[in-house]
């Protein structure tokens, strides 16, 4: 057992150390704040409520506040602090009165990329706007590729989202010209506690855009569901910042006051049970609930998309493919176009460069898919499908499969408002309905799973089978007894427990899924996950390090034995197969670059078994 210890940790350790391109802390663990949260229990006394926190201020010189006018009915309160201050809270005697004592995280607008001004092609002198010959009059939707790519206008023939409220928890929105036309419900400025909840920033208003900007009124851009009513939620200020007080308050707001659809394009490491709560009660209510994965390019989303019952949505770029910022991983269901810059995401805003003045701003990034998914959803609902989880059923069986998505880039699929709707007009979904989606994707079939979407599986068969066809070779002339040991290391060397690499288990990291279903060679690109093999890991180098590690012990030798033929066959085939190599490409560089090192492998394992025969 310890030998095997020593082997795990020599690998693991050395890919580690050489190639530390990953913060291991994850998310979760990278949230910032600079006040903290008290819940008190419901049931403590008004006077005992008093007496705690009369004493937190004394003994803490600071002033417990509510974070905004409804916070007082959760009992929730918020004082400045770092982490210091949160340890001695949490093991202080006010403890046994709250619920929780947490972190009020700061969650913010995912970093955006350059904004593209359309508003001069809109104004050009002389100029007159090109208006769509089969979709709506709006002059610049022939520019909108991003409503395109969802098919958008084939659901509107069914529905164009009446009678649904949805949400958009942001920077605010304010209405602009192409708002007009635009149903608006009372919603809330959480910032600065007060009603009226307009836009400073220019975020909002360009993803409630998306959801509902009017259409088809000769006026600049189009809205997926344009007939739905926005809920106007500021939580985030001028500079894009926002805590999850507030953010927790706007979606328990949002449940209370109508909103059938809730988006997020905010998000932020840190977990918070004030949220989670908050999402729980908003599911509960019936509301269905959508938000940005992020914009870190980062194996797992962000906060709010990874929690339970929310939408994770990824980006797409133009081409149809992974956007390069978005993150991916665990905790995506779902993906929509969010641009990039080959192409923007196009709808009319306030320019907060320019005076607030209105323009059209092309942007980017996962806040700007995810109000695509929250349009479908309110066409879904007003289709007559009602139930959160029901109308998430048709949003993922209804996505454009993509098939080889090892990293799970795309969740389902790509979003796509035609099917969605004509799914959702076909009778309510129920829970056969999406079995049998699952089982005519492939989900259910065992190959999913040994494939992973992406892992070739007859490549990986070959390794397998090549590793023991070269053991055998071997050992017709030089004759040894097959052990578990010797089995182990062919494997392992070969192709690893390569079924589990498209595992996603919720909120859980994958790079350990991907690590433990890696061969040895691909060790090195495991934990970042990515393709082309790293040259150390894929050559002689680590057969040689094993073999001078455990060629003195009697039965792990065998292991080293094996996994120097099991990387043999491994980067036999792939030098075929999939010869991509860090530094050298795919070209037959890199294919004589691993064919020369699997002989060298071979050959090492020749030697060895050699010397092994003529001692005997």
């Given at each position: 057992?310890?030998?095997?210890?020593?082997?795990?940790?020599?690998?693991?350790?050395?890919?580690?150390?050489?190639?530390?391109?990953?913060?291991?802390?994850?998310?979760?663990?990278?949230?910032?704040?600079?006040?903290?949260?008290?819940?008190?229990?419901?049931?403590?006394?008004?006077?005992?409520?008093?007496?705690?926190?009369?004493?937190?201020?004394?003994?803490?010189?600071?002033?417990?506040?509510?974070?905004?006018?409804?916070?007082?009915?959760?009992?929730?309160?918020?004082?400045?602090?770092?982490?210091?201050?949160?340890?001695?809270?949490?093991?202080?005697?006010?403890?046994?009165?709250?619920?929780?004592?947490?972190?009020?995280?700061?969650?913010?607008?995912?970093?955006?990329?350059?904004?593209?001004?359309?508003?001069e092609f809109y104004n050009a002198p002389g100029e007159e706007p090109k208006v769509s010959l089969t979709g709506p009059n709006d002059p610049l939707y022939s520019k909108q590729w991003h409503l395109h790519n969802i098919n958008v206008e084939g659901a509107w023939k069914q529905t164009k989202g009446s009678g649904v409220t949805v949400a958009v928890i942001d920077t605010g929105v304010s209405k602009v010209r192409d708002f007009v036309e635009t149903k608006f419900v009372k919603g809330y400025d959480f910032v600065n506690d007060r009603e009226q909840a307009s836009d400073d920033n220019g975020h909002g208003t360009h993803v409630a855009g998306t959801i509902a900007q009017a259409t088809n009124n000769s006026y600049g851009v189009a809205g997926i569901a344009y007939e739905a009513s926005i809920m106007p939620l500021k939580v985030l200020s001028e500079s894009g910042g926002g805590t999850v007080a507030d953010i927790a308050e706007a979606i328990r707001f949002a449940a209370d006051n109508g909103a059938n659809v809730i988006n997020m394009s905010l998000g932020g490491g840190g977990e918070s049970q004030l949220m989670k709560e908050a999402i729980d009660y908003a599911y509960n209510k019936g509301v269905v609930i959508i938000a940005a994965a992020g914009n870190e390019n980062e194996n797992g989303a962000a906060y709010p998309a990874r929690y339970p019952h929310v939408i994770g949505v990824s980006a797409l770029g133009p081409d149809g493919l992974k956007a390069p910022y978005s993150n991916f991983g665990a905790g995506i269901d779902i993906s929509a176009p969010g641009g990039s810059d080959a192409g923007k995401v196009l709808q009319e805003t306030i320019d907060i460069d320019n005076k607030g003045e209105e323009t059209f701003l092309g942007l980017q990034g996962t806040s700007m898919a995810a109000p695509?998914?929250?349009?479908?959803?309110?066409?879904?609902?007003?289709?007559?499908?009602?139930?959160?989880?029901?109308?998430e059923a048709v949003l993922l069986s209804s996505a454009r499969a993509i098939h080889e998505d090892s990293l799970n880039y795309y969740g389902a699929g790509q979003l796509n408002a035609e099917a969605a709707v004509r799914r959702a007009t076909e009778g309510q979904i129920s829970f056969q309905d999406f079995w049998r989606w699952l089982r005519e994707n492939g989900y259910l079939n065992p190959r999913f799973w040994i494939d992973g979407g992406a892992y070739a599986l007859l490549p990986k068969i070959l390794m397998v089978v090549g590793s023991y066809l070269l053991a055998w070779f071997l050992r017709v002339y030089f004759p040894f007894s097959w052990s578990w040991s010797l089995s182990t290391g062919l494997i392992f060397g070969s192709s690893g427990l390569f079924p589990l690499?498209?595992?996603?288990?919720?909120?859980?990291?994958?790079?350990?899924f991907r690590v433990i279903g890696s061969s040895i060679p691909e060790l090195g690109n495991a934990i970042q996950g990515t393709d082309a093999f790293n040259p150390i890991f894929a050559s002689v180098l680590i057969p040689?390090?094993?073999?001078?590690?455990?060629?003195?012990?009697?039965?792990?030798?065998?292991?080293?034995?094996?996994?120097?033929?099991?990387?043999?066959?491994?980067?036999?085939?792939?030098?075929?197969?999939?010869?991509?190599?860090?530094?050298?490409?795919?070209?037959?560089l890199s294919r004589g670059f691993l064919l020369v090192n699997s002989l060298m492998c071979f050959g090492l394992a020749h030697f060895i078994v050699t010397n092994e025969e003529k001692t005997a």
């Amino acid at each position: 057992m310890r030998r095997l210890i020593l082997i795990c940790l020599f690998v693991i350790g050395l890919s580690a150390a050489l190639f530390n391109f990953v913060n291991f802390e994850g998310l979760a663990a990278q949230g910032k704040y600079d006040t903290i949260l008290l819940n008190f229990r419901e049931d403590i006394p008004k006077e005992k409520l008093e007496q705690n926190l009369k004493a937190i201020e004394r003994q803490f010189n600071v002033t417990p506040k509510f974070d905004n006018k409804f916070s007082a009915r959760d009992n929730v309160y918020i004082i400045k602090g770092d982490k210091a201050r949160l340890d001695k809270l949490r093991s202080s005697e006010f403890a046994q009165n709250m619920e929780f004592i947490e972190p009020n995280y700061i969650y913010k607008i995912p970093k955006q990329g350059e904004a593209a001004r359309e508003a001069e092609f809109y104004n050009a002198p002389g100029e007159e706007p090109k208006v769509s010959l089969t979709g709506p009059n709006d002059p610049l939707y022939s520019k909108q590729w991003h409503l395109h790519n969802i098919n958008v206008e084939g659901a509107w023939k069914q529905t164009k989202g009446s009678g649904v409220t949805v949400a958009v928890i942001d920077t605010g929105v304010s209405k602009v010209r192409d708002f007009v036309e635009t149903k608006f419900v009372k919603g809330y400025d959480f910032v600065n506690d007060r009603e009226q909840a307009s836009d400073d920033n220019g975020h909002g208003t360009h993803v409630a855009g998306t959801i509902a900007q009017a259409t088809n009124n000769s006026y600049g851009v189009a809205g997926i569901a344009y007939e739905a009513s926005i809920m106007p939620l500021k939580v985030l200020s001028e500079s894009g910042g926002g805590t999850v007080a507030d953010i927790a308050e706007a979606i328990r707001f949002a449940a209370d006051n109508g909103a059938n659809v809730i988006n997020m394009s905010l998000g932020g490491g840190g977990e918070s049970q004030l949220m989670k709560e908050a999402i729980d009660y908003a599911y509960n209510k019936g509301v269905v609930i959508i938000a940005a994965a992020g914009n870190e390019n980062e194996n797992g989303a962000a906060y709010p998309a990874r929690y339970p019952h929310v939408i994770g949505v990824s980006a797409l770029g133009p081409d149809g493919l992974k956007a390069p910022y978005s993150n991916f991983g665990a905790g995506i269901d779902i993906s929509a176009p969010g641009g990039s810059d080959a192409g923007k995401v196009l709808q009319e805003t306030i320019d907060i460069d320019n005076k607030g003045e209105e323009t059209f701003l092309g942007l980017q990034g996962t806040s700007m898919a995810a109000p695509h998914v929250a349009g479908v959803a309110a066409l879904i609902r007003a289709s007559g499908v009602e139930k959160p989880d029901d109308i998430e059923a048709v949003l993922l069986s209804s996505a454009r499969a993509i098939h080889e998505d090892s990293l799970n880039y795309y969740g389902a699929g790509q979003l796509n408002a035609e099917a969605a709707v004509r799914r959702a007009t076909e009778g309510q979904i129920s829970f056969q309905d999406f079995w049998r989606w699952l089982r005519e994707n492939g989900y259910l079939n065992p190959r999913f799973w040994i494939d992973g979407g992406a892992y070739a599986l007859l490549p990986k068969i070959l390794m397998v089978v090549g590793s023991y066809l070269l053991a055998w070779f071997l050992r017709v002339y030089f004759p040894f007894s097959w052990s578990w040991s010797l089995s182990t290391g062919l494997i392992f060397g070969s192709s690893g427990l390569f079924p589990l690499k498209g595992i996603y288990i919720f909120d859980l990291p994958q790079w350990p899924f991907r690590v433990i279903g890696s061969s040895i060679p691909e060790l090195g690109n495991a934990i970042q996950g990515t393709d082309a093999f790293n040259p150390i890991f894929a050559s002689v180098l680590i057969p040689l390090g094993l073999v001078a590690l455990l060629l003195g012990h009697s039965k792990w030798k065998w292991f080293a034995i094996g996994s120097t033929i099991g990387i043999a066959a491994c980067l036999g085939v792939s030098s075929v197969t999939d010869p991509a190599v860090w530094g050298l490409g795919s070209n037959i560089l890199s294919r004589g670059f691993l064919l020369v090192n699997s002989l060298m492998c071979f050959g090492l394992a020749h030697f060895i078994v050699t010397n092994e025969e003529k001692t005997a």
